[in-house]
């Protein structure tokens, strides 16, 4: 398809092979995931780890968690398929496109951080590394030719946070865990276009795919939050500056709104980013709340509180008031319309928001709350299909119900948000002189961007497509004030 509020392009044919769900019900059963969360009082000074108590019964605090990410997360990898006979690792079936599947392994990575759960450490360490490609730079040859820097930076975040939470280094043989994500960060430092706008990078990485003239908050945010966590880990400045560099073209572009810090999706180079599309996705807010977290914590520096303060009273917009601080995709599961990719984008607020209580303690009383509401909502949510604990999407529903929607995007935002509620007793990401083990390599990525493989011959489809994607961006001005006024 052209482009949606995400900013994901694919060919409007492979879209239309699986646009269907299942949306029948065999049985109604009893919530299968139940979080009964009391809530005790929080020391806003108090160290992340030591913050907050949550007395969930039954059983036990911790083990009732672990126990309810264990069902989410066995639904979820209930339609990976990478690791049958037969399959390529890494890759999710249609409909989901690679950078998902990335987006999953990282979750996989927070699972094992999270519960200590080792179940699926094999699956996540043969996926990624078989998806880093010739160049150890997750630019796999079977992916490079559609790829954007989005995509590629979700499989960075993967290996980025498995170097931070110490999980399980590979065969010292293999690509290390903190080298692919320098190898990104490295490539992507290269596309830093000035041809266009003062700087930023462009959504897509070659210039015959759809969305090459679109630079988008999610790309550029990407890239943001990776400098920033590189730089706390390796103590090198020249990630810092890099993150100092896409923050200010950030906030000198139409993409963030001065006044408010609300997060817009993208602008249109062809017009010189004079203007931006006004939607706001929870997962643009997040990556540059949680950047923004982490630059705090490497530098002290006021600035970067006040920034974090900002981009969190900015997220407000997507927590529901009934029921009370519930999280939404605000723009749009109120009409029902979210696609395959929005689907997860909870996930990913979910995870970011728990993270920059790590990273900045201060925002523990505004955020904890919320995660602990959207967590009993979305526990709530996971009581569908036949076998009664499939999650739906929309944990506002009234009463709190599974509403028909399920897929790998609903049960990881589900996976997500529950399992951040083991963040107070989790410990600090680490870095490489506080007992981080992953090796790196600031010189990976130097090879640059390959020639991919021409592209295949243009369909009927592809057409359609691209027509529609000159259409949508033409009325991108259109569809944000619509937006905000719903």
Not at 20 to 48: E, G, M
Request: net charge negative.
């Amino acid at each position: 398809m052209a482009i949606d509020g995400c900013g994901r392009r694919r060919g409007f044919s492979r879209v239309m092979t699986r646009i269907a769900v299942s949306l029948l019900l065999y049985t109604q059963v009893t919530i299968a995931i139940d979080l009964k969360i009391d809530d005790p009082p929080i020391d806003s000074l108090a160290v992340p780890s030591l913050a907050s108590q949550f007395l969930i019964n039954p059983p036990s605090t911790t083990e009732s968690i672990k126990a309810a990410a264990k069902i989410a997360v066995d639904g979820m990898m209930k339609y990976y398929t990478g690791n049958r006979t037969g399959q390529v690792p890494g890759l999710l079936p249609l409909p989901y496109y690679w950078w998902e599947a990335g987006a999953m392994f990282g979750t996989l990575v927070d699972y094992w951080y999270y519960t200590g759960h080792s179940e699926y450490n094999d699956v996540t360490t043969q996926a990624l590394q078989f998806q880093v490609g010739p160049n150890n730079d997750f630019m796999p040859p079977n992916r490079t030719k559609d790829e954007g820097n989005d995509d590629q930076a979700f499989w960075a975040f993967a290996a980025m946070s498995a170097a931070e939470n110490k999980f399980p280094d590979p065969p010292a043989s293999a690509p290390q865990w903190l080298a692919l994500a320098q190898a990104v960060f490295n490539l992507q430092t290269t596309r830093w276009d000035t041809t266009t706008c003062n700087g930023g990078l462009r959504w897509q990485i070659f210039p015959f795919n759809n969305g090459y003239n679109y630079k988008n908050s999610i790309s550029n945010g990407c890239f943001f939050n990776l400098a920033a966590r590189l730089a706390r880990y390796t103590g090198n400045e020249t990630y810092s500056q890099w993150a100092v560099k896409m923050w200010d073209w950030t906030e000198s572009s139409p993409l963030l709104d001065n006044k408010t810090y609300a997060i817009y999706d993208g602008s249109d180079v062809l017009k010189g980013c004079t203007d931006a599309d006004l939607i706001r996705w929870t997962y643009n807010a997040g990556v540059y709340l949680h950047g923004a977290a982490v630059m705090w914590n490497h530098t002290q520096d006021q600035i970067w509180k006040t920034r974090v303060d900002r981009l969190l009273d900015a997220t407000d917009v997507f927590f529901s008031p009934e029921p009370n601080d519930t999280m939404r995709e605000a723009a749009c599961e109120g009409h029902s319309t979210c696609n395959v990719d929005q689907r997860s984008f909870k996930a990913y607020l979910s995870r970011w928001y728990a993270a920059t209580t790590q990273m900045a303690n201060w925002t523990i009383p505004i955020i904890m709350p919320r995660l602990r509401t959207s967590a009993t909502a979305a526990a709530a949510s996971c009581n569908g299909e036949a076998d009664g604990v499939t999650c739906g999407l929309k944990w506002t529903s009234q009463p709190p119900a599974y509403d028909g929607s399920n897929g790998v995007g609903e049960q990881m935002a589900a996976l997500s948000v529950i399992q951040s509620l083991l963040i107070p007793s989790s410990s600090a990401p680490v870095t490489a002189i506080s007992g981080g083990t992953s090796k790196g390599d600031p010189n990976a990525g130097g090879q640059g961007d390959q020639q991919p493989l021409k592209p295949g011959k243009v369909t009927v489809g592809d057409k359609v497509g691209a027509g529609f994607i000159t259409f949508f961006i033409l009325c991108l001005p259109l569809v944000g004030v619509w937006w905000m006024a719903v």
